[in-house]
C-alpha cells in the first residue's frame, strides 16, 4: 500500500514539473501613455510585473478611449489564462483587429505568442504607436496653441458616434 502511494505521488511530481516545464514567462501589465483632455499633457505609464502560461497575449492600443474618456495609447500585456484566450490564441496565427478591449474603444491589434518574454513591451514598439500623434506645444500669433494628431481623435470620435449614436 505504501509502495502505491510513493509511487503515485512520485507520478504526480514528474507530471506536475513536465506541465510547469511547458509555460513560458509573459510581461503582464500596461506600458504607454493617458490624456484626461486634449489641454492636458500626458501620463506615461510603466506597470508591469511577470507571469506564466501556455500563451502571452500583447494588445497594441493603437488609439482607445475609455470609459472615462480618457485618450490612451500603448501595449497591454498578459497571461492566456482562460480557455476563451487559450482558444483564440490557438486558432490566430497572426494579430486581430479588433474595435474594444478591456472597457475601452479604438483601435487594437490582439496578439498571441509562445516563446518566453514575447509579449514585453518594446521601445521600437512604442515609438511606432506613437509616431505622428505626439503632442507639441508650439507657439504661433503669440497665443500657445496645443497641436495634437487631430485626425486621429476625428477618426476615432466618429468611431464612438458611429457605436454608441
Not at 510581461?27 to 506615461?44: N, P
Not at 508591469?48 to 475609455?66: K, L, N
Not at 479588433?98 to 513591451?121: H, K, L, T, V
Not at 512604442?126 to 500669433?141: E, F
Amino acid at each position: 500500500m505504501t509502495s502505491n502511494l510513493w509511487r503515485t505521488f512520485w507520478t504526480t511530481i514528474v507530471v506536475m514539473a513536465q506541465i510547469a516545464e511547458a509555460l513560458v514567462d509573459c510581461t503582464h501589465g500596461f506600458v504607454g501613455r493617458m490624456q484626461a483632455s486634449l489641454t492636458e499633457d500626458f501620463i506615461h505609464i510603466n506597470d508591469t510585473r511577470m507571469c506564466a502560461a501556455d500563451w502571452c497575449i500583447q494588445v497594441i492600443i493603437h488609439g482607445a478611449f475609455d470609459d472615462d474618456n480618457t485618450f490612451q495609447q500603448g501595449i497591454s500585456s498578459r497571461c492566456a489564462y482562460t480557455g476563451g484566450d487559450r482558444s483564440i490564441c490557438q486558432q490566430s496565427q497572426s494579430c486581430l483587429s479588433i474595435s474594444f478591449y478591456d472597457g475601452m474603444r479604438g483601435n487594437f491589434s490582439f496578439c498571441c505568442c509562445r516563446e518566453a518574454e514575447c509579449n514585453r513591451p518594446t521601445v521600437q514598439l512604442i515609438d511606432q504607436i506613437y509616431g505622428g500623434s505626439t503632442k507639441k506645444r508650439v507657439r504661433s500669433n503669440g497665443h500657445d496653441s496645443t497641436r495634437i494628431s487631430t485626425i486621429l481623435y476625428f477618426t476615432l470620435s466618429l468611431l464612438a458616434l458611429r457605436h454608441y449614436g
